[in-house]
Nanobody
Framework: QVQLVESGGGLVQPGGSLRLSCAASMWMFSIYTMGWYRQAPGKQRELVATIPSSDIPNYGDSVKGRFTISRDNAKNTVYLQMNSLSPDDTAVYYC?????????WGQGTQVTVSS
């Protein structure tokens, strides 16, 4: 059984920062590729960032240089540090865990960037 619980979303002004956390419950967290995806109203879900067990992250083009994904295998947690936020970053952010082609999803956390 895999459970993913996101936290840290909210309302932030343009140019501000937020840090999302995803607490994961599963056996052998360290071997999963963990990631963050987002979905804005009327748009498809898109990749934000992923981090495999090798710890080499991959980022979507729209967030490169602004967002940083990290993981703490001792705490079964993955983080997303988001800086220089803009209204275009407004979306529901979903935590994802992937292993052997199987995806698991959290319930999502809302991030709203607005003045």
């Amino acid at each position: 059984q895999v459970q993913l619980v996101e936290s840290g979303g909210g309302l932030v002004q343009p140019g501000g920062s937020l840090r999302l956390s995803c607490a994961a419950s599963m056996w052998m967290f360290s071997i999963y590729t963990m990631g963050w995806y987002r979905q804005a109203p009327g748009k498809q879900r898109e990749l934000v960032a992923t981090i495999p067990s090798s710890d080499i992250p991959n980022y979507g083009d729209s967030v490169k240089g602004r967002f940083t994904i990290s993981r703490d295998n001792a705490k079964n947690t993955v983080y997303l540090q988001m800086n220089s936020l803009s209204p275009d970053d407004t979306a529901v952010y979903y935590c994802n865990a992937k292993l052997y082609g199987v995806d698991y999803w959290g319930q999502g956390t809302q991030v709203t960037v607005s003045s």
